[in-house]
Structures are given as C-alpha cells and as structure tokens.
C-alpha cells in the first residue's frame, strides 16, 4: 500500500468543528422565516418524517444516535449477514417465478432463464400453478444437481414436494446436491386463504431433508402475506417471527433438535421501492431471528435464510413501464440488506402473465447491479451508516413488540383465527390508505404525473390467486377505480369527463397551479383543457362554452385571485359551469371547492365524477 506523504493539504484544515448545537440553531433560523417559531429538539423534531407504524425518519443522524452492537458479518447477532462473506463471494441468488399452468410453456420459459443469468427457479405447482402431475414436464432439461427449485404448492406442498423428490432419485440427483426449499408452509397458506393446515406433513419433510438432504430446506416462512394485506414493515417481521416460532416448536417436537429445525427454515421478505426501509427491515429481520435462536439454546444456529421478492403492493397497472423503476431501487435495497437471493417481480406483473421481454429486463436488473454495479462486492454496505443501524434497531423493537402480541394471543395460529391480525393490518392499511389519497405518498404515473393517452399493456391473465384469507392491496387500487371510470367512460362516449383550466395572467402567475391542477384531475382520468392558456372575466365564458366541459378550475397566483377570481367564476357560471374548482387556498365568491397539496384527491375526484354523470 502506498502512503501519501502529509503535504499540509487536508480538506478540512481551515474549518473548524460544527457542533450539534451550531446546526439546530440554523434550523431554528430557517424555521423562524417560515413562521415557526421552535427551538432546540424541537426545531429538529419538526422536521422529522413519520414512516410508518411509529417510525420516524429525522432530519441529522449522528454518533450520538446509538444503535446495539452489529457484530461482524456471519457472527451472531447476524445483523451484518448470515455469512461472513457476505454476497461477495458469488453475489445473491437470483430467483425467478414462474405462475403458469401449462408445464410445457413453463419448461420454455424455465429453461430461457435458466441461460440467461437466473441461477434458482421459483415454481408455482398444484392449485393455481403447474399441475404435480406436470413438474418433471416442466423441469426437462433443467440440471436438478445445478439449479435449486423452490416450491409454492399451498395446500398440495406434500405431494409436491413428494414428486420433486422423486424427480431427484429418477435423475440420479445425488442426495448432497439437491437443492432449494419444499416449500411446506401451512400458517402462510391460513393467512392467505383461512383454510387451517396440518403442520404434522411439514415436519415429516423437515425431518427426512434433515436425515437425506443436507442442503434442501423443507419449510417456508412467508411474510408476504402480512405485507400484501398492508402491513407495516415491523409488523411483517413480528408476524414472520411469530411463524418462525410455530415452526421451531412443531419441529422440535416431532424429533428434530433446534439447530436442524432452524436449518429447515427459509424466510421470504417484501423489497418495497423504500430502499432504506428494506434494508433495516432485512437486517432487522436477522438480530430478531438470531434472538429467538439465543433464547432456543442454540445461538449458532440463528442465522437466517432469506429470500427477498419486490413488493407486489408497489406495483403498479398504470403506466406499468414505472415498475421497471420501483424494481430496481427494491432489488438494490435486498441486496444491500443482505437477501442471500432475490425475485425481481417482472414490470407486468399486475398485468397477468409476463411475458419473455418482461422476464428478461426482471432477471437483468440483478445482473446489472451484481454484474456492473459491483454491488455484492462490499459485505454490508450499509453497516455503520448512523441513519441505517438506529432504523434497523426501532425496526427491531416495534416487530418485536408486535410479536410479543401475537405470542400473548396464543402464537401466530390462534392470532389468525381470532382476528387479530386482519384488525392490526387493516388500521395500518387504513392510515397508508389516507396519506396515499391526499398523495402524501405519491404513485408516480398514477397519483403523480399520469398518462391518459398511454395504451393499455395486455397479458394473458394469469391463474387466479387465493383467497378467503387477508385481504391483497395494492397501492393504486383507489386511483385505479376512478381511472375505471373514466375508461368506460370513454368507451360509451367516445371522450373522456372534462375539466376547464381557467388560467389567470401570465405565464408566471398560472403556470405552478396550472401544472398541479392539471395533474390531480388526470389522477382521477378527468382531461384538463388549457386552451387557451390565459383568460379573463371577458375571454372565460367563450372559451368555456368551447371546452366541452361541465367543471372548471380557476388556476393563478393568489394576486390575481383577489383582483379576478370572483369576477371570472362569475362568468364561467353564466357560461354553465356546474362547478368551480380554485387551485389553492382562499374564499372567493363562485368557487365551490379549492384543491390544493394534501387535499384529499381521491375524494375531489370522486365526487367530480360523481357531478359529471360518470357511472361508478
């Protein structure tokens, strides 16, 4: 290694040390000119963000913010990765899905990902995927000693599992190289559908993996169930842990010591678009894992396998090109969380089947960011990060009080049955659900920045998933059915609901309200007609009449507004408008309703539909 020699040129020479207190007493400036006039934490906590369930994101992280004890990579308490290599050695798995029906059209799209960078196979099989019967069809030609297979049979996981064995002894798979996960998990499939599962047929495979396969895990634990009925992240790790629970007593009393039923446990987490979120909530995932390990008797044994899959709920049906986006920043924060593998979700998800093109740019965005980024080549990027170790320790603490709940209600089975998880999820869905109206949490090309003249992406419709359990959201669901609206709208008339921006003055004074107003009625599929783009009390009526809309929206700066907007409603309204939007703040005779940031767009554009005649 070469030492430079101290040539007196250190950046940071001439300036001395700022304190903690020197920067809230700026804040506090800033603040003052805003017309808030706070002090000391004060001042920093009004600038703080609330995330979710509790958490709070603050503005400055420093050393004083104190988190537990990392660890080191591939030590308890796993925090820094289960293995002390980390990913650098060989990157994470990329593992891709695989939903259809047919095992031929699987086996081809099987074995395309195969060549083309997929180093694990994720197959659906029996009700809703390949039938058990067709698994060796679709595996043809798969090297079973080179390419671990992860089942996802629900209710069929036994004798699915029962033929992916046998597979293995007709191919001459030796036992040592049989890889990947049975797929057995009988509390997921209850959270999915409510229909109540044995887990005696699940520690029956534990137990011969144990005892055969060294290197094939019998048992899931998916918490994917928790996140798609809305559920925070914390409280999808106190409801994995909860699982993970279940499954270490049930396998330890059919004979397997602690050590080898953790060794049959796989654990399978949402990557959200949040990539800061996900990769607390991996790391998290692990202390709280290799805590319940510690308490077993067994704390060598608590590293935890996972499996990490971006976020159904983020994705999106509008404007389904974005999704290539959210996938990406999600597959970046798995990875650098420490996911040992990763299903990239394809763009089209929402949309059906994907198709080859949507499969290509899923399994290429891990090999970009292994590949080109580098970005396996650092064993936990994120460790030591102030911001990232506090996150991962109040993720930590608000899980594990959620699953001392779930613990106190008679574990994860009874907290099922009993409700008390679909109650829990549902509140936290609920709060999402508010701020995602008022775009708070904005949906990029459905909330935010929308594309009524974008031409409907269409796939073949993939099998139909379960239900009878929680409740699946999604994100865009609200915007999704005022879209709807619209579209069929369109198809009846041949034109989409409308609404008249009526911009006040210059370019200067219209443009910012304009622009908004624009956005939040195309949210709602209702087209903004800006023509012309500046009007007056004189001008208002002609250029209303010629709009071919019933509504209108007074668009300017709050000038203008004091010295028109009473006189150009006025005349909108002897032109037959029905009713007046104002972009904005104020109280103006003739304008019915103001729009504004945080308002509750989903109910402003509800009930213009409603106003319009637009069926529901």
Known sequence: MTVLPDDGLSLAAEFPDATHEQWQRLVEGVLRKSGKDVSGTAAEEALSTPVEAGLTTRPLYTARDSAPDAGYPGFSPFVRGSRAEGNASDGWGVRQRHAGTDPARVNEAVLADLENGVTSLWLAVGRGGVPVSGLGRALDGVYLDLAPVVLDAGADFEPAARELLRLYDERGVPADSARGNLGADPLGHEARTGEALDVAPAAGLARLCDERFPRLRALTVDALPYHEAGGSA?????????????????????????????????FRYAASADQFLTIAKLRAARRLWARVAEASGAPAAGAQRQHAVTSPVMMTRRDPWVNMLRTTVACLGAGVGGADSVTVLPFDHS????????????????????EESHLARVIDPAGGSW??????????????EFFQTIERAGG???????????????ATWAERSRKLAKRREPVTGVSEFPHLAERPVEREAAPAEPTGGLPKVRRDEAFEELRARSDAELAATGSRPRVFLAALGPAAAHTGRATFASNLFQAGGIE??????????????????????????????DALYAEQAEAVAAALRSAGAT???LAGRGEFAGVDEYVFAGCDAVAVLSSALDRMGVAS
């Open 234 to 266: 914390a409280e999808e790790l106190g409801a994995s842990l909860a699982t993970g629970v279940a499954y270490l007593r049930a396998l330890t009393e059919a004979g397997l010591s602690v050590e080898a039923a953790c060794g049959q446990l796989e």
């Open 351 to 370: 949309l059906g089947l994907p198709d080859g093109f949507a499969r290509r740019i899923a399994r290429n965005t891990s090999s970009i960011l292994l």
């Open 387 to 400: 911001y990232v170790e506090r996150l991962t320790t109040e993720l930590a603490e608000a899980a594990w």
């Open 412 to 426: 994860q089975a009874a907290a099922l049955r009993s409700g008390l998880i679909r109650e829990r999820l549902a």
């Open 528 to 557: 903004p007609v800006h023509d012309p783009v500046s009007v007056d009390a004189a001008t208002a009526a002609e250029a209303f009449a010629a709009s071919g809309a019933t509504v209108a929206c007074l668009c300017s700066s």
């Open 579 to 581: 009713h007046v939007y």
